[in-house]
């Protein structure tokens, strides 16, 4: 149903525009007929039309422009202008103002109708539009929940699952932190829906933030575009929202914080440093991670070496953190943090030099294809096998491979000159 709303000095031309709405059948509304310029200012004022029927001029304020009116108020119905005016200059303002039609005095109900039709149409094409986007906005908030809980819970198995991150983040780049409130919710007056749009809606309008609520903890990845100058500050102040917006439903609120967070490749180390920040508090308040002097001492050592010589028996396997942390009998956080003081690298890219370096001598004794010698090192995906190839050396595993052989042709020739 359209609202209509007609301006119009004359009660008999009013009279004959509601009759042709009448006889087309359009389902419309009308609005009181008004006919001077005080009415029509208070109708627009109250009502919201669809579309406007009206005289370019009405009686009351001498030069009062009624479409003008219409645009400076922001009302966006569709206008219909009846003008006993010809000078070109009239009919050229009033296409620039938008309007629908305009239709010359004395009115011709055909040609009224024509008009109305046309804009009954353009309303119409317009519902739908708008109907479409509105799913197609429902379908995309679905998707973006759903999307948001499976990568939370990726991150808390400790495999974050990083393209569905770029799906669901506007920017790749952006610097995370990691958060969590843990904290008594009570029932009657905050469930988990009901947080989870506390923290969006009230807190974080301009960083992206991932959101989990699981046992009454709150699981919160915060990005920013770029690092705040005073980065714990920043960190700080996003806490005391989090506590501030949810101490009203919660009987304790402690919220851990990770200041160490960089790449999303280190989720699972924010993840544990701000569980290891959030389980040293007794009371509610917030606690930043903070990492202890830069001692490196036997056991670390110990372990750090147990790990890597693990990792060079079962290189071609599908080895990760947890599985080499779990072998030796530590954490997956506490052998992350290691593994950076010792190798002053990461898991990841420990994992990935002993991969590259058996996988080098694998295209130096030139035996094998590179999908063979992909598989063996761990890495089904060969288009992944030869992106790291390319990033480690610079060069393509084609030609890396011709280059070592060349090298060992020499080689070879060489030793067989000497003997």
Known sequence: MYQVMIANEKKSECQQ?????????????????????????????????DLIITDVELPGNPGFDTVEYIRYKKCPAKILVITDHTEFEVLQKAVRLGVSDYLRKPIDARELQDSVDKVIKALNKEEELKKVKERGSVQQQKFFQTAEKEFMMSLLLEQPDLPMLHEICAEENEIFYMMIADGQVRRSEAGGKKTREIMRNEIFKKETCLILLLANRLYLLIGCKEMPDQEEEWLCDRAKEIVSKLERSCAMVRVGVSTHMRSPQEFHRGLGEAREAVEQMNTSGISLYRTQPFVISQREKSYVEHAVDYMECHYGENLTLSRVAENIGITAFYLSRIMSKVKNHTFSEELTQIRMRHATEMLREGEKSVREISNLCGYRNVNYFYKIIKKQSGTTAKNLRQSMLYEKRKEDGERNTTD
Request: net charge neutral; hydrophobic share 50%.
């Open 17 to 49: 525009i509601v009759q042709v709405l009448k006889q087309a059948a359009h389902p419309v509304e009308m609005l009181p007929c008004v006919s001077d310029t005080a009415s029509f200012v208070k109708m627009l004022a109250g009502n919201t039309p």
